[in-house]
């Protein structure tokens, strides 16, 4: 199969024929119209052989958002662990704490 690129170079020039040459018309005509079903196809295959990357890359996006929502919460469950060890280091009692953050 010709690669799109060369198929519309070819298409210019049968086009530049066909201006110039009225009898090579229904010749050309032919070969204009089987070029653009070759580029038609060449066009569907490039989209059939792409969808599967570009599914991939929106799962990947998908899993990308999720972890980095996980990583945020892990974040704040870390300062919130690191906080309740400083407390308890200086010697606080969190069950009985009248702050109402330690219920945990």
């Not at 198929?7 to 089987?34: N, W």
């Not at 069950?95 to 330690?102: D, P, Q, R, T, V």
């Amino acid at each position: 199969k010709m690669e799109i690129v060369d198929v519309a170079k070819e298409i210019d020039s049968m086009q530049s024929k066909v201006e110039g040459d009225p009898d090579q018309t229904g010749v050309l005509g032919a070969d204009l119209v089987h070029l653009r079903q070759c580029i038609a196809e060449d066009e569907a295959a490039l989209n059939d052989a792409i969808a599967p990357c570009n599914n991939e890359a929106a799962e990947l996006h998908e899993q990308e958002v999720d972890l980095v929502s996980s990583f945020r919460l892990l974040d704040g469950e870390s300062q919130i662990v690191s906080e309740k060890f400083a407390y308890r280091e200086k010697g606080g009692d969190l069950a009985n704490s009248k702050e109402g953050m330690w219920t945990n």
